[in-house]
Nanobody, 124 residues
Framework: QVQLVESGGGLVQAGASLRLSCAAS????????MGWFRQAPGKEREFVAG????????YYSDSVKGRFTISRDNAKNTVYLQMNTLKPEDTAVYYC?????????????????WGQGTQVTVSS
């Protein structure tokens, strides 16, 4: 099994930055893709960013491209989400996810493991 624990959420003003972390433990070998998703109240969980095992290839949703950066430190089994120029519409619970699938995916159904989530609130 794999355990994912997010941290770094909080309450900030519009325009500020936050960095989320996701620490993975357990059977982390072979987690070829990791991603960040978010879910706002009353909305479906949506893809935010993904990264391959090597950390070179990343992909983003259009709503965060250019503002958010995903990265990973395999030595620490940790994935990060640097969020800059935050907007009120970024307010949501942010979830870390991991999969042993070997293709890029934005679908929640194709991720095998999930963290408990961390709240990000952006005030206007």
């Amino acid at each position: 099994q794999v355990q994912l624990v997010e941290s770094g959420g909080g309450l900030v003003q519009a325009g500020a930055s936050l960095r989320l972390s996701c620490a993975a433990s357990g059977r982390t070998y072979g987690l070829y893709r990791m991603g960040w998703f978010r879910q706002a109240p009353g909305k479906e969980r949506e893809f935010v960013a993904g990264i391959r095992w090597g950390g070179i290839i990343t992909y983003y949703s259009d709503s965060v491209k250019g503002r958010f950066t995903i990265s990973r430190d395999n030595a620490k089994n940790t994935v990060y989400l640097q969020m800059n120029t935050l907007k009120p519409e970024d307010t949501a619970v942010y979830y870390c996810a991991a999969t042993r699938n070997t293709w890029d995916t934005r679908r929640t159904s194709e991720y095998d493991y999930w963290g408990q989530g961390t709240q990000v609130t952006v005030s206007s």
